[in-house]
């Protein structure tokens, strides 16, 4: 049988996250989430036990209902202590079982290949710690904040979890602690008290979340879409994407409705989650009657920007049967980009017409599909 158990228990205070960091997320998943995944998938581990705080009880038990049930797998929660290695000898003691999997909860990227070499290695040789090579220079460090060089870099490793053990021999480890030792991890107990412990090859993806820049992580991506539609008529002037196109009839509208590009401002709206521009622009509102639609769109982006949003790319087809619009694109294309900060290359516009088909086929209006996508960038300046 074998067990895993994860160490959830710890506050990580360095990660600055005003709560136990397993339960916080990065892109939108929780982290303890993340980390039992593969534990659950695998089918060689018969149960989990997680060593939880008591502060976070409630939330862990929601969690553990929510993300385990679907797996049919055992799991226990157990009260982890005052630190990491009394965390572990509470959830082995919870646990029969011949092999054990302990793994740190702030450890969301372990994949199942790695658990799988783990435990192969632990029936061949009695443990499994897997380590990456060190990849920094390491060194000393003195008292007065000086470097000691000399360490051989080419025998130092980075160890990580999960650590794999026969059960009977880590709690006979575990049972030989004195008070003087100052572990940071399982391999440290079994290699003092049973023997040198056998490494297998980690994962450099396998990486503990620590700092608070481990949690800001990544680049978030939204897409928006956003559609628009008015009517032509004659002695109004036609503006397509802020371009003032030649034709004999213009678009009706309380703006100067500019269709493509109240479309595109529906679709940046859209991505960032905001409502669409008729609640921000009102047709009611003597401010924006005959407006440029572009001071609009500069307005959309200020309210992204807000949020923290900048634009990645946007694109959009306009549907007309007249004019040709074909040579205006560049145009308009070189207007919009200027207004949403991006590069003219972030920006398609492409045209269509409907073969004569529908209102737009018979001339009497113009309309335009678009889509965005916009992102947030948390891994610098934070
Ligand atoms: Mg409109």
Known sequence: MITAII???????????????????VNGKTVLEMTLLPFLKNERVDEIIIAIGRTDEEEMKELVNRVCTRYFKPIKLVYGGGTRSESVVNALKAAQTDIVLIHDGARPYLTEELLDRCIDCTIKYGSAVPTVPAVDTMS????????AYGEDRSRLCSVQTPQCFFHSQILKAYSM?????????????????????KTVEGDVRNKKLTFKSDFDGGVLYNTGIGFDMHKLTEGRKLILGGVQIPHEKGLLGHSDADVLT????????????????GHYFPDTDDKYKDISSLTLLEQVISLLEQKGYSVHNAAAVIMAEKPKLAPYVDKIIHKLSQVMHISPENLGITCTTLEGLGFIGREEGIGAHATALIYKDDTVNN
């Open 7 to 25: 160490a959830a228990a710890g506050k990580g205070v360095k990660a600055k996250q005003n709560k136990n960091k397993v339960l916080s997320s």
């Open 140 to 147: 000393r460090v003195y008292d007065d904040g000086r470097l």
């Open 262 to 277: 109240h479309a595109l401002m529906d679709a940046l709206l859209s991505a960032a989650g905001l409502k669409d521009i």
């Open 177 to 197: 602690v004195c008070e003087t030792d100052n572990f940071t991890d399982d391999a440290g107990v079994y290699s003092k008290y049973i023997e040198p412990a």
